[in-house]
């Protein structure tokens, strides 16, 4: 199975950056679809970005859509999220998540394993 684990959370003023890292473990992890999913207080979670480790395909929400930049580094079993010009519309948990599909994937449901999450705050 796999084990994922985010960092690089924190807060931010409007219109800075901040670098999200997804640290996994497992034996096939390289196999795996990746995604980034936020949730925000009292708000349903929402999907941020895809990445398919196997064809370098990526997908984004429209509402990040030229802000941020999902990566990966398959030697170090490692995937980011760069998110830049930040909003306080942007504040949220931010979840890693790993689905065993070919493709890249953007229905949270299709997602097996999970990471604890980090939080972005973004102030006015």
């Known amino acids: 199975q796999v084990q994922l684990v985010e960092s690089g959370g924190g807060l931010v003023q409007a219109g800075g950056s901040l670098r999200l890292v997804c640290a996994a473990s497992?034996?096939?992890?390289?196999?795996?679809?990746m995604g980034w999913f936020r949730q925000a207080p009292g708000k349903e979670r929402e999907f941020v970005a895809t990445?398919?480790?196997?064809?370098?395909?990526?997908y984004y929400a429209d509402s990040v859509k030229g802000r941020f930049t999902i990566s990966r580094d398959r030697a170090k079993n490692t995937v980011y999220l760069q998110m830049s010009s930040l909003k306080p519309e942007d504040t949220a948990v931010y979840y890693c998540?790993?689905?065993?599909?070919?493709?890249?994937?953007?229905?949270?449901?299709?997602?097996?394993?999970w990471g604890q999450g980090t939080q972005v705050t973004v102030s006015s």
């Open positions: 998540a790993a689905a065993n599909e070919a493709f890249i994937v953007i229905v949270a449901s299709l997602y097996r394993y």
């Open positions: 497992g034996r096939t992890f390289s196999s795996y679809t």
């Open positions: 990445i398919n480790w196997s064809g370098g395909d990526t």
